[in-house]
Nanobody
Framework: QVQLVESGGGLVQAGGSLRLSCVVS?????????MGWFRQAPGKEREFVAS????????KYTDSVKGRFAISRDNAKKTVYLQMNSLKPEDTALYYC????????????????????WGQGTQVTVSS
């Protein structure tokens, strides 16, 4: 059984930074799957934040976080990270990591439907 556990969320002032981590256990080989970060604010739909392919290349970001967030992965530790800098109140949300449904996808997907395993989420709150 695949399990994803996020950590690193918290309360931070606008302009601050946080680093989210997601550790994956069980299932197939972590190093062959795309990993993604999504977020959901109260009353809103879950939205794509960032994704990275199995090889650690082709990072993708939603426009609102480009230049502020960076996704990376350590396949030896079966962990994916999201470094978040210059945080804004509108970044407040529950952040989820997810594992892609297909192995060796060179172009990491941005749609939640292309991910089949999800963590429980970690809360990020940015105060103004």
């Amino acid at each position: 059984q695949v399990q994803l556990v996020e950590s690193g969320g918290g309360l931070v002032q606008a302009g601050g930074s946080l680093r989210l981590s997601c550790v994956v256990s069980g299932g197939g080989t972590f190093s062959t799957y795309t990993m993604g970060w999504f977020r959901q604010a109260p009353g809103k739909e879950r939205e794509f934040v960032a994704s990275i392919n199995w090889n650690g290349a082709m990072p993708k970001y939603t426009d609102s976080v480009k230049g502020r967030f960076a996704i990376s992965r350590d396949n030896a530790k079966k962990t994916v990270y999201l470094q978040m800098n210059s945080l804004k109140p509108e970044d407040t949300a529950l952040y989820y990591c997810a594992s892609g449904a297909r192995a060796y996808q060179w172009d990491p997907p941005t749609s939640p439907s292309q991910y089949n395993y999800w963590g429980q989420g970690t809360q990020v709150t940015v105060s103004s």
